[in-house]
């Protein structure tokens, strides 16, 4: 058995807004992520985890922000992206772990539907996603709600 592994972060400014985008789900918020794309940071961090692990470079590379037709993309098309790279290279998710961190909204509720829809785009068990939330304790951009960031660390493995 093959077993490897790829770690993702993505890190956005906050702008006033009316809704947020996670991991598919929109959810109200007084703020909306300042992105060339849709600005999904679950996804797209989970994207450069799995292109990580298959080491295939960053969603930058994929999809620069410097090609026009990549403006307003939709993100679940970058994590599709990333997926078929590693089914063509006959791998599997072992386990995904996201923790993002923010100051607001909560996410709890929303959780559920946010691995659902993971679990949709990479044909896995949803029981293989763990997402958490934390804060930044009001420090830095992100604690005074300037900012999102998200980790994402995925094992994948192959016979």
Known sequence: ??????????IHELIAGTMIKLAGVSIPSKKMIKAHSDGDIIYHSLADAILGAL????????FPDSDLKNKN???GKILSHAYSLMTNNKYIINNIDITLILEEPKIKKYKDNMCQNISSLLHCNSDLINIKATTSESIGFVGRGEGIACHAIVSIISD
């Open 55 to 62: 080491s295939k470079g960053d969603i930058g590379m994929h």
């Open 1 to 10: 058995m093959n077993f490897r592994v790829g770690l993702g972060f993505d």
């Open 73 to 75: 993309l939709d993100s």
